[in-house]
């Protein structure tokens, strides 16, 4: 069984920044890629940015872009989201996401809650 943990979450305050990790552990897999989404109170799960493991390449959401950095190791299968100039409106529980040979994300973690106060 796979499992993914975050951490990092945490009360910041607006223009301030937060690094989230995210491991996975369990049973070994190779993934093909591990993201991060976000879901406010009310709103639909938003996607912010992933990392292929293959060539380290990365792609963001528009409301991210510029903000937030991805990172990763992929030999410790670990994934970091480097979140600058945070504000009210990226108050949300962050969730990382892996996948391996499925073109969805199937596994997911328990979700770290952020919190930007103005």
């Known amino acids: 069984q796979v499992q993914l943990e975050e951490s990092g979450g945490g009360l910041v305050q607006a223009g ?3 690094r989230l990790s ?7 897999v190779s993934y093909l890629d591990m993201g991060w989404y976000r879901q406010a109170p009310g709103k639909e799960r938003e996607f912010l ?6 060539t380290l390449g990365t792609y963001y959401g528009d409301s991210v872009k510029g903000r937030f950095t991805i990172s990763g190791d992929n ?3 670990t994934v970091y989201l480097q979140m600058n100039s945070l504000n009210p409106e990226d108050t949300a529980v ?8 499925s073109p969805i994300y199937t596994y997911w973690g328990q979700g770290t809650q952020v919190t930007v106060a103005s």
């Open 16 to 18: 301030g920044s937060l």
């Open 22 to 28: 995210c491991a996975a552990s369990g049973r070994t």
């Open 49 to 54: 940015a992933r990392i292929w493991w293959s």
């Open 75 to 77: 030999a410790k299968n």
């Open 94 to 101: 962050y969730y990382c996401a892996a996948r391996s040979v």
